[in-house]
């Protein structure tokens, strides 16, 4: 391991590959089988998990690129089977929330940056070039196209997808696409909850629900009393009411028959 410095106070779980140049500092801890490729730095407060892939000139850990920031002990913990590509950038927390957060089996792309505070959930992709600012949520199987910018304290909802070269400013719902410019609703992401085992049926009451919020032309608050009264209770039905309640943001708009 040429030109390689991992600190004494660093711990090392089993199997762990490790390439030439990579700096691990103190206080870091990586998990069993984890491989880390050539001049990838991991800095203090950094936690990872077993079974992933960091690919070459990652940078895992740095200190949050925001101006409240004053050296406050923060962490990044990264779950499980994540595959990081070339050139990743993930800062950790802030005062704020205290840690950014990745979760399992996510596939982070080239050149992708995830700021302070964020939290991604599982199984989803970030693609080439995606910037990510501080304290943004993604769930879980989220499809975020290359070269999107993500504003910070947006919401990704569920099973979205969002198109490459995307300017995202509202909370995107679960379930959808999301493209076009200005960035707003483009149907079910159909293809997507087909391949995870959303039968015909639910993603017809998806297109319905969906119809109503966007292509209808009724206010927000009303689209949803009209949700919650014609379509039966069900989990995706109650994250969609709940989704669109809660944001903070609002949520991007839609377009109409």
């Not at 660093?10 to 206080?27: K, M």
């Not at 920031?69 to 590509?85: A, S």
């Not at 050149?111 to 769930?139: L, T």
């Not at 499809?143 to 919401?155: E, R």
Request: aromatic share 8%; net charge positive.
């Amino acid at each position: 391991m040429k030109d390689t410095f991992i600190h004494k106070k660093a711990v090392l779980s089993n199997n762990i590959f490790i390439g030439n140049g990579v700096t691990i500092e103190d206080d870091v801890f990586i998990g069993n089988n984890t491989q880390i490729g050539n001049n990838v730095t991991i800095l203090s407060g950094s936690r990872i998990g077993d079974n992933c892939q960091i690919h070459s000139n990652a940078v895992l850990g740095g200190a949050p690129q925001d101006l409240k920031y004053r050296g406050e002990y923060t962490l990044l913990e990264i779950g499980d089977n994540n595959i990081i590509r070339e050139f990743v950038t993930i800062n950790k927390g802030t005062i704020s929330k205290g840690k950014t957060c990745i979760g399992n089996s996510n596939l982070i792309m080239s050149n992708a940056h995830i700021g302070h505070d964020c939290v991604i959930g599982n199984n989803s992709i970030i693609g080439f070039s995606v910037g990510i600012a501080g304290e943004v949520i993604v769930q879980d199987y989220v499809n975020i196209s290359g070269l999107t910018a993500i504003h910070q304290f947006s919401v990704i909802g569920e099973h979205a997808m969002i198109s490459g070269l995307s300017r995202v400013v509202k909370d995107i719902p679960p379930y959808i696409i999301a493209a076009h410019e200005p960035l707003r609703f483009a149907g079910v992401n159909t293809v997507g909850l087909k391949r995870k085992g959303f039968s015909s049926d639910k993603i017809d009451e998806l297109r319905s629900i969906y119809r109503i919020l966007f292509q209808e032309k009724r206010n927000t608050k009303f689209a949803l009393e009209i949700i919650a009264e014609k379509f039966q209770e069900t989990l995706e039905r109650d994250k969609i009411i709940n989704f669109v309640k809660q944001s903070k943001r609002g949520i991007l708009k839609g377009f109409e028959l």
